[in-house]
């Protein structure tokens, strides 16, 4: 277990629909990353928070969007999903700047299945 | 982020050792080299990291090349729980970077009886 909580674990859905994933990082930990991984794809980097503010945004699409709230937890929303939007999604968390010995470590939660239908 | 390679899959018998490659040939000198495998689609688990020397913990050993151009992941005694993909990543440390790595296609550990 890794600390960091994810729901819904699974969620079915149609076309044309929104969504949001929830997320709760380990205690402690201010930054929230949120991926993406179909089957086709790779773990792809979508955005990462820092203590609720937005620090960097990798392949997320525009129909897509986070935020985090002062308690730290994160949502992702999804709108006018489609078919392809399909894929299994992460959240991670980090501690604070740990710059001696390199060691940022990012753990992952369970993730949650979406299926666009 | 310095780019990786490393092999689709590999296959390692139960009990022995399991050497994954990667490399690495445009690391730069501030960029550590960390290893993660996800579990059937379970989350991706950190394993180890390393700057330059070679560093063990009580899941695998990490052996840094000299010239830093390439590493290998060794799970000594592997088992069939050992079965994953195993992602090779290099970036700079920072909480900034931490998250945003490409993780590539990793290779598949098939560990078979």
């Known amino acids: 277990d890794s600390g960091v909580t994810q729901t819904p674990k699974h969620l079915i859905t149609a076309t044309g629909q929104r969504v949001t994933l929830r997320c709760s990082p380990r205690?402690?930990?201010?930054?929230v990353y949120w991926y993406q991984q179909s089957l086709d794809q790779g773990l792809q980097f979508l955005i990462h928070?820092?203590?609720?503010?937005?620090?960097a945004k990798g392949n997320i699409l525009e129909r897509f969007s986070a935020q985090q709230f002062p308690d730290l937890h994160s949502e992702l929303n999804l709108s006018s999903l489609e078919l392809g939007d399909s894929a299994l999604y992460f959240c991670?968390?980090?501690?604070?700047?740990?710059?001696?010995?390199?060691?940022?470590?990012?753990?992952f939660g369970e993730g949650s299945w979406l299926t666009v239908v | 982020d310095a780019k990786t390679t490393q092999p689709p899959s590999m296959d390692c018998a139960e009990g022995r050792a399991a050497n994954l490659p990667c490399n690495h040939s445009?690391?730069?000198?501030?960029?550590?080299v960390y290893w993660y495998r996800q579990i059937h689609s379970q989350g991706p688990q950190y394993i180890i990291h390393?700057?330059?020397n070679n560093e063990t913990n009580e899941m695998a050993s990490l052996i840094i090349t000299e010239d830093r151009k390439s590493s290998t992941l060794i799970l000594p005694h592997a088992t069939l729980r050992d079965t994953a993909v195993y992602y090779c990543?290099?970036?700079?440390?920072?909480?900034?970077?931490?998250?945003?790595?490409?993780f590539g296609d990793g290779t598949t550990l098939t560990v078979k009886p």
């Open positions: 445009t690391i730069s000198g501030n960029e550590y």
């Open positions: 205690s402690g930990d201010l930054s």
């Open positions: 990543i290099v970036r700079v440390a920072g909480n900034t970077n931490a998250g945003k790595s490409t």
């Open positions: 390393g700057l330059k």
């Open positions: 991670a968390s980090s501690p604070p700047d740990q710059t001696r010995g390199g060691r940022n470590t990012i753990y």
């Open positions: 928070y820092y203590n609720g503010e937005e620090r």
